[in-house]
């Protein structure tokens, strides 16, 4: 019949965002191990950090040294959070991510999940998925499954020149 498609002109390739850079970070209150809390609108003169990620997950079991290293190098200047995720279904305890988190000499700050509903305000699938958001609360950049030291150390360092 002689009709043909582009297909790859025709369809965009879908990320799972739900949130995108330029849209404000949801309201969201955290309750982290030994009573502290994380509020979304809180401690808004530095810029802030939500990593979505699964210790079963290969692709974060790659990417969470990564973040652990920007972490320790920077974490002065920004508030970072890191928030677990099922994988396949299943949720992860708060002993079996702190055991991780011992066995890799991870500082980060951490918060158990049980369920999606704070995830899915963010996306729909995709992790290690991180977000970083400028002191206004404003999404400037987004990583999924793949970030480098020196994307996120770029990525900060471009955020904190435009929050002074």
């Excluded at 030994?34 to 079991?61: L, M, P, R, W």
């Amino acid at each position: 019949s002689g009709i043909s498609f582009a297909l790859g002109d025709s369809i965009d390739r879908d990320t799972g965002e739900v949130l995108k850079e330029g849209d404000i970070l949801p309201l969201f209150s955290l309750s982290m191990l030994e009573d502290d809390v994380i509020n979304s609108c809180e401690g808004k003169e530095k810029s802030f950090i939500i990593v979505f990620f699964n210790t079963n997950c290969s692709d974060c079991k790659k990417e969470l040294p990564v973040i652990q290293e920007f972490y320790t190098h920077y974490f002065q200047d920004f508030q970072l959070v890191c928030v677990s995720r099922d994988l396949k279904g299943k949720y992860q305890s708060e002993e079996e991510i702190n055991n991780y988190w011992k066995a890799h000499h991870f500082t980060m700050p951490f918060v158990v999940q049980t369920d999606r509903i704070l995830y899915d305000q963010f996306a729909r699938f995709g992790i290690p998925r991180i977000y970083i958001a400028d002191s206004k609360r404003i999404i400037r950049k987004t990583f999924v499954t793949k970030v480098s030291y020196r994307q996120l150390c770029k990525a900060l360092k471009s955020i904190n020149r435009k929050n002074n």
